[in-house]
């Protein structure tokens, strides 16, 4: 199947597998690399040295294109971008934060530059800073997410009519009915976390992985609302913070202090289920097995095909 993303990245299914932290290392984005989709390692959760090794890996085990996501934010950033261009790694995702101030960087690198945003006004901005396309994340998605809360089906659409780079969409696609959706709406790629973060690949823990099995619809929830949006499982920890942000409001010093001790860490990586933050997206609802990476993306398509033809007999 070919779309201009497909092209782009040069990858045989319009499948991108999310860069995510303490999910995505070489092993997830390997394999989906190797399964024609495209692999990103999360650089999110790395020092500069880890990140060097694991993308030494992903072009180790893969001959085929794999990308990094670097949320923009971090402090080392310099450092990481160093480690992405001296590795020659050609596509970059960015995300929190503005592309435009490394950008220049990436392009003499030669690298593809995606973009990571929730309204239209950063899908523009990212458009005029030279951005070769823009992943779009809605409201259902997990982990961070945007503070107007617009939802994957609202925000699409209104992307798309607004600019002319490529979008891909992000945020409650697990399966081939919301893939296609997604392609209804005129993404021409989607970028898939929750499901990939519940495969045999991901490095997340796996209580975690099996929490993602068990949640149903309304067991995630939004915290920091106002500041810096989370979406994840709702666990005696996050149900705290709900709790504070109701009740007395949630300033950013606050928010540091809680978000900041190394929860995301305790929740995905070591299970912690009282104490941790484990990010995951409404769609855990629609993940019902922990299977491998290499599984997800033919299920995907196969389940693509199927709903495409059934609609065509509507
Ligand atoms: C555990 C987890 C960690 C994530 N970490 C990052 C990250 O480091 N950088 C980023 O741009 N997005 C991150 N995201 C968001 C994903 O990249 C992706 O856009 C989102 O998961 C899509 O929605 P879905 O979960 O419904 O598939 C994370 C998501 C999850 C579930």
Redesign the pocket.
């Known amino acids: 199947m070919t779309t201009r993303v497909t092209d782009l990245f040069n990858i045989q299914v319009p499948i991108i597998q ?7 290392g070489w092993k997830l984005a390997s394999a989906v690399s190797n399964a024609g989709g495209l692999g ?1 390692v ?4 790395m020092k500069s040295e880890l990140l060097l090794e694991h993308l030494q890996k992903t072009s180790s085990a893969t001959s085929h294109p794999f990308g990094v ?3 923009l934010l971090r402090g080392d950033i310099g450092d990481l971008i160093n480690v992405i261009i001296s590795q020659n790694v050609k596509i970059v ?4 934060g503005h592309p435009g101030r490394h950008i220049e960087k990436f392009k003499n690198a030669g690298c593809v530059v995606v973009h ?1 945003v929730a309204n239209v006004k950063q899908a523009l901005k990212a458009q005029e800073v030279g951005c070769d396309a823009v ?1 779009a ?2 409201f ?5 997410n945007g503070l107007e809360e617009i939802t ?1 089906l609202s925000l699409i659409p209104q992307i798309v009519d607004a600019v002319k780079i490529p979008v891909i969409a ?5 399966d081939g009915r919301t893939m296609l959706a997604a392609f209804a709406l005129g993404a021409e790629a989607v ?7 519940a495969t045999i690949e991901s490095s ?1 823990h796996e209580i ?1 992985k099996q929490k993602i099995v068990d949640a149903k619809d309304g067991d995630t929830i939004l915290t920091y609302r106002n500041i810096l949006p989370v ?2 499982l709702k666990n005696p920890f996050m149900e705290q913070v709900q709790k504070e942000e109701t009740q007395k409001g949630m300033t950013r010093e606050r928010m540091m202090e809680l978000h900041a001790k190394g929860r ?1 860490r305790k929740g ?1 990586f070591e299970g912690n289920w009282e104490e941790g933050e ?7 609802g629609l993940v019902h097995d922990i299977i491998s990476a290499a599984d997800v993306v033919n299920r995907m398509m196969n389940e693509f095909e199927s709903a495409r033809k059934k609609l065509s007999t509507m």
Do not use: K
């Open positions: 999310a860069g995510m932290v303490w999910v995505s990103i999360g650089a999110g959760s996501n670097i949320p995702f960015t995300s929190a990571v992943a994340e809605g259902e998605a997990g982990g961070h994957t992000a945020g409650g696609i697990a970028q898939v976390g929750t499901r990939f973060a997340a975690y979406r994840a995301e995905i484990m990010e995951m997206g409404q769609s855990s």
